[in-house]
T-cell receptor
Framework: GAVVSQHPSRVICKSGTSVKIECRSL??????MFWYRQFPKQSLMLMAT?????????EQGVEKDKFLINHASLTLSTLTVTSAHPEDSSFYIC?????????????FGQGTRLTVV | QQPVQSPQAVILREGEDAVINCSSS?????VHWYRQKHGEAPVFLMI???GGEQKGHEKISASFNEKKQQSSLYLTASQLSYSGTYFC?????????????WGLGTSLAVNP
């Protein structure tokens, strides 16, 4: 099956710094990637839809200037958490779907555990 | 509209069966089922499409009642490895770049 690789898996950063998370589709072209945030024992909260070559579509309540998304190629999308604060600590997961196949299940990256200290 | 999952939590002994339901207030094009273990990303289980097609693997089955706008996931003869949180994701229409709307999850614990 298709593979989505997310890096890093864990990151600890100081308050006020920025963190970049990468999401790559390894064996298919992902024109669209989805970025989620997940708090402990809660569901996946969609933050934004990343579109290759165009601006990301953010969900209501998600700060565009704080969570910068770049989708420069068909296989790579990045999420940058700018000026991170402890309340940004969370599990961030990306997902992509291979629209060229009949059954378009969502493939998830491994997730990134962000801790802001 | 977020789908509603029930029950919220299930505790089983190994070998027992369980059913997890996912209901939507809107007409659905497809329903996806995933299992997530603590600290890991969700793993694909099943996809059920409008019209009856489905794709899945493992010893898990599911149904999709389009008229009732609901899906059920059947876990039979549960194994310890089935433990985790089960999420359903729904789509309301066909077409590329559509997003999945996720339920709140059902926590399943299988004990020896």
């Amino acid at each position: 099956g298709a593979v989505v690789s997310q890096h890093p898996s864990r990151v600890i950063c100081k308050s006020g710094t920025s963190v970049k998370i990468e999401c790559r589709s390894l064996d298919f072209q992902a024109t669209t990637m989805f970025w989620y945030r997940q708090f402990p024992k809660q569901s996946l909260m969609l933050m934004a839809t990343s579109n290759e070559g165009s601006k990301a579509t953010y969900e209501q309540g998600v700060e565009k200037d704080k969570f910068l998304i770049n989708h420069a190629s068909l296989t790579l999308s990045t999420l940058t958490v700018t000026s991170a604060h402890p309340e940004d600590s969370s599990f961030y997961i990306c997902s992509a779907r291979d629209w060229d196949t009949t059954y378009t299940e969502a493939f998830f990256g491994q997730g990134t555990r962000l801790t802001v200290v | 509209q977020q789908p509603v999952q029930s029950p919220q939590a299930v505790i089983l002994r190994e070998g027992e069966d369980a059913v997890i339901n996912c209901s939507s207030s809107k007409a659905l094009y497809s329903v996806h089922w995933y299992r997530q273990k603590h600290g890991e990303a969700p793993v694909f289980l099943m996809i059920l499409l409008k019209g009856g097609e489905q794709k899945g693997h493992e010893k898990i089955s599911a149904s999709f009642n389009e008229k009732k706008q609901q899906s059920s996931l059947y876990l039979t003869a549960s194994q310890l490895s089935y433990s985790g949180t089960y999420f359903c994701g729904t789509e309301e229409s066909a077409g590329n770049n559509r997003k999945l709307i996720w339920g709140l999850g059902t926590s399943l614990a299988v004990n020896p």
